[in-house]
């Protein structure tokens, strides 16, 4: 069955510090997100991404973050000056259409110190 | 922009009994509901899901049925089992992302 990577599992980062957490959609997926789930809190959205731009994004994804898919798979998201309350898992996802079945990577788990 | 609420927090049963997990949406134009299983430390993994043109739909021991003229769908487990212990999540989107309840802890007591 095809799956959403992730890559790395686990960053640690000091504060301040620029990371970049990757992931790698579904081929023949069109849509594209980002979520982050903190310590025993619901999965909150990110960003969301079609046709090589922004489609939505919350008032969480602020000027700190980025996204770009810079080839044909991969899908990255930026952060540009970490802060401890980054501190979270960050999903990736993908679906094929504009509301279907959406599909979850494993996680990137950031810790900020 | 979308409100999903969901209850309770956290439920336990009995292994066998049924465990049923509610949720409410605000946006009229919401038409796809999906529910996630997340196990600890995992990815949410989708177990079933609903569109707006369906009332109930099946599969195996889930279901899930949705009323939209009150803005609620709601998650059944019967006959359930150790391993259906995790978390899990309901989900409401129109469109361009997907608005996640708070989550229910579900533990089945063996």
């Known amino acids: 069955e095809p799956e959403v990577t992730q890559t790395p599992s686990h960053q640690v980062t000091q504060m301040g510090q620029e990371v970049i957490l990757r992931c790698v959609p579904i081929?023949?997926?069109?849509?594209f997100y980002w979520y982050r789930q903190i310590l025993g809190q619901k999965v909150e959205f990110l960003v969301s991404?079609?046709?090589?731009?922004?489609?939505?994004k919350s008032e969480i994804f602020d000027d700190q973050f980025s996204v770009e898919r810079p080839d044909g798979s991969n899908f990255t998201l930026k952060i540009r000056s970490t802060k401890l309350e980054d501190s979270a898992m960050y999903f990736c996802?993908?679906?094929?259409?504009?509301?279907?079945?959406?599909?979850f990577g494993q996680g990137t788990r950031l810790t900020v110190v | 922009g979308e409100n999903v609420e969901q209850h309770p927090s956290t439920l336990s049963v009995q292994e066998g009994d049924s465990a049923v997990i509610k949720c409410t949406y605000s946006?009229?134009?919401?038409?796809?509901f999906p529910w996630y299983k997340q196990e600890l430390g995992k990815r949410p993994q989708l177990i079933i899901d609903?569109?707006?043109?369906?009332g109930e739909k099946k599969d195996q021991r889930i279901a899930v049925t949705l009323n939209k003229t009150a803005k609620h769908f709601s998650l059944h487990i019967t006959e359930t089992q150790p391993e259906d212990s995790a978390v899990y999540f309901c989900?409401?989107?129109?469109?361009?992302?997907?608005?996640f309840g708070t989550g229910t802890s579900l533990t089945v007591i063996p």
């Open positions: 996802a993908s679906t094929e259409d504009r509301a279907g079945e959406a599909f």
């Open positions: 081929s023949n997926h069109l849509y």
């Open positions: 991404f079609y046709n090589n731009e922004i489609s939505e």
């Open positions: 946006d009229s134009a919401s038409n796809y």
């Open positions: 609903i569109r707006s043109n369906v």
């Open positions: 989900a409401a989107t129109g469109g361009n992302q997907f608005y």
